[in-house]
């Protein structure tokens, strides 16, 4: 069981998120709605969201000594900081001062920062470095090699286009099927410095099953993480929540799509994905997916744990 924690510390490590989003009135009702979800799927307590008071950073501190416990910790505060609509300087100083406290920092506080003190394009200028320096760790194991381009690909785009020729059934065939389904082109008919990281991507989405609606990109990155919270999976969070729920990737017109979380069901969604990636064997999202293509999808699932979606039909998931 990934992301897990020993049953001592969820108390604390609740109370303690609760103090983290305890600003300017008190926390905000999506972000109580991510907290409950993810507490409810991962450590399977309903007892607390709502009936316990929060810690202070000295507080988690003392309780909270693990450092992948605390890594954790910070993980699920990040997620709720960027719950917050609009993100204050209020709620960035308390994540800064549990930050502190615990001895954790990383790429979204500076972020955060700028966001709140300098605005968008501070925050999207952050965002475009972290990415720069985070893509190619997410790219295609096999086209890690190849060098990225804005032209066409012939080699890449006939790999991808011989995958229709495959069984049904199968990894490679179902690739496919997630690309028309969705109305997508195979990466290599177009230029697109993003090609070798889509391979690697939208594999994981297929043997996830999660469909690419905006709370399913949340909540596939969100499943990553839980089945291995390293470096790569932890930065494929940020940049989902960065997209889809902070709204400032790229420029103003990205906020259209802030705050997904707060959509109909997309937290309990969120939670109930991290404890299906929690639930896995192994980590399948940065294995080499192309050695995969012909292989039944049944088998690696099964092979790596994937266990079906309480709700196949939901919207969010193409199972």
Do not use: K
């Not at 000594?65 to 960027?82: M, N, Y």
């Not at 229709?164 to 990466?187: E, H, M, S």
């Not at 259209?256 to 959509?263: R, S, V, Y």
Request: hydrophobic fraction near 45%; proline fraction near 7%.
């Amino acid at each position: 069981m990934q992301f897990s924690l020993a049953p001592e510390l969820v108390e604390p490590f609740v109370r303690g998120l609760l103090g983290g989003i305890d600003v300017d009135g008190g926390p905000s009702d999506e972000q109580l709605v991510v907290l409950d979800a993810l507490v409810r799927h991962l450590w399977h307590r309903d007892d607390l969201v709502g009936h316990v008071g929060p810690l202070g950073p000295t507080e988690v501190a003392e309780a909270v000594v693990d450092p992948v416990a605390r890594r954790r910790f910070h993980e699920v505060l990040l997620t709720l900081e960027l719950c917050r609509h609009p993100l204050t300087a209020a709620q960035v100083d308390r994540v800064e001062e549990y930050g502190a406290a615990l001895d954790f920092e990383g790429p979204d506080l500076q972020m955060l920062r700028d966001l709140a003190d300098q605005g968008v394009g501070a925050a999207a200028a952050d965002f475009s470095r972290f990415l720069d320096a985070n893509l190619a760790l997410r790219h295609e194991p096999t086209l890690r090699p190849v060098p990225v381009t804005l032209d066409p690909e012939p080699e890449l785009s006939a790999r991808m286009l011989a995958l229709a020729d495959l069984p049904a059934g199968t990894v490679g065939r179902g690739l496919v099927d997630f690309y028309d389904r969705a109305g997508l082109t195979l990466p290599g008919l177009q230029g697109s410095a993003m090609n070798h990281w889509f391979v690697a991507h939208d594999t994981t989405h297929v043997i996830a099953g999660i469909a690419p609606t905006g709370p399913g990109e949340i909540a596939l990155s969100a499943f990553q993480m839980a089945m291995d919270d390293n470096d790569v999976n932890r930065g494929a969070l940020l940049a989902s929540l960065v997209v889809h729920e902070a709204g400032f990737a790229g420029s103003e017109s990205s906020a259209a799509e802030a705050g997904i979380l707060a959509t109909p069901g997309a937290a309990e969604l969120l939670g109930q994905e991290m404890e299906r990636g929690a639930a896995c064997t192994a980590d399948f999202s940065l294995v080499d997916h192309m050695a995969l293509f012909d292989r039944p999808l049944a088998e690696v699932r099964e092979e790596f744990g994937v266990g079906r979606p309480p709700d196949p039909a939901d919207g969010h998931h193409w199972w």
